[in-house]
């Protein structure tokens, strides 16, 4: 089930229109958001997009490509907790990962850079 959006039928200003010129479509539809849990194990799924494209999401991580800017180099590491979330305070006590979220892992923090909700891996630079 799809969420609708109702972005055709508000006028700029945040009122109603006074009649609807377009008819609901499928493409309009939003769904309901992922949220990406740590686990012990990955869980993927796939989904049919627009135009038959195919989106991965990921609905639990367990491990996390970290980029080390410092060595150059790039290491795949376990996620042990979340740290903070910019985006909703109560995401990081529930353990939900989203871009921005910094995640400790074993080598130390790190920043999500991409979005597992969309992309289906998590992707993370290491902090100092």
């Known amino acids: 089930m799809g969420i609708y959006q109702e972005n055709d ?8 229109k006074s009649r609807n010129y377009k008819v609901k479509r499928k493409a309009l539809l939003g769904g309901t958001p992922v949220e990406t849990r740590v686990a012990d194990k990955d869980e993927k799924t796939i989904e049919k997009g627009r135009g038959g494209n195919i989106k991965i999401r990921l609905r639990k ?3 996390a490509v970290v980029i080390d800017k410092k060595e150059n180099k790039v290491k795949v590491e376990k996620i042990l907790r979340v740290l ?11 353990g ?31 902090l100092k």
């Open 61 to 63: 991580a367990s491990r």
């Open 84 to 94: 903070e979330t910019p985006s909703n305070k109560e995401y990081a006590r529930r």
């Open 9 to 16: 039928l508000r006028k700029p200003s945040g009122g109603r």
């Open 96 to 126: 939900i990962i989203t871009k921005g979220t910094v995640i400790e892992v074993e080598s130390g923090k790190a920043v999500v850079v991409s979005r597992p909700g969309q992309d289906g891996i998590v992707n993370a630079v290491l």
